[in-house]
């Protein structure tokens, strides 16, 4: 599995150190936040390729709402919303609001590991047709490296 950064944001703490944790056990370089608005304040400094999102949070921000704030702050890093409640209606929201997918808890860490591994692998790849059409405008356009933005 390549390497690539994750981001936890989940209000059960044994949760989220454990499955952080786990993460860095594989080598994976992760992050973890017990509220939405740490999550974001996160996202604000550092970028990160996958974001496991708990969609049922007490307090000031639930799953869907800190979902969209991340998709204005990081639009394409690819959101696995996780949930212990069978709430299909909410995940479906999620999805039409850009999330990768979701997985109800508890689930298997392998299928956790395999989810996010196609979330990154989907990442990557929008990030090279990005790369390749800045390197194509630059090819038809080298003036443009010149302008001011």
């Known amino acids: 599995m390549n390497n690539f950064r994750v981001l936890v944001i989940d209000d059960e703490l044994d949760f989220l150190e454990t499955i952080v944790n786990r993460l860095k056990k594989r080598k994976l370089d992760a992050l973890g936040a017990a509220t939405g608005e740490e999550g974001l304040d996160l996202l604000k400094q550092?970028?990160?390729?996958?974001?496991?999102?708990d969609i049922k949070m007490p307090?000031?921000?639930?799953?869907?709402?800190?979902?969209r704030e991340i998709k204005k702050l990081q639009p394409l890093t690819e959101v696995i919303l996780l949930t212990g409640h069978a709430s299909v209606e909410t995940s479906i929201e999620g999805m039409k609001l850009g999330a990768f997918d979701y997985l109800l808890k508890p689930m298997k860490f392998e299928e956790l590991l395999q989810k996010m591994a196609a979330a990154f692998e989907k990442k990557s790849t929008q990030d090279k047709k990005i790369r390749d059409a800045k390197i194509q405008e630059l090819i038809r356009y080298p003036s443009k490296v010149f302008e001011q933005e």
């Open 46 to 53: 550092q970028l990160f390729d996958v974001v496991l999102l």
């Open 59 to 67: 307090g000031g921000m639930d799953g869907i709402e800190t979902l």
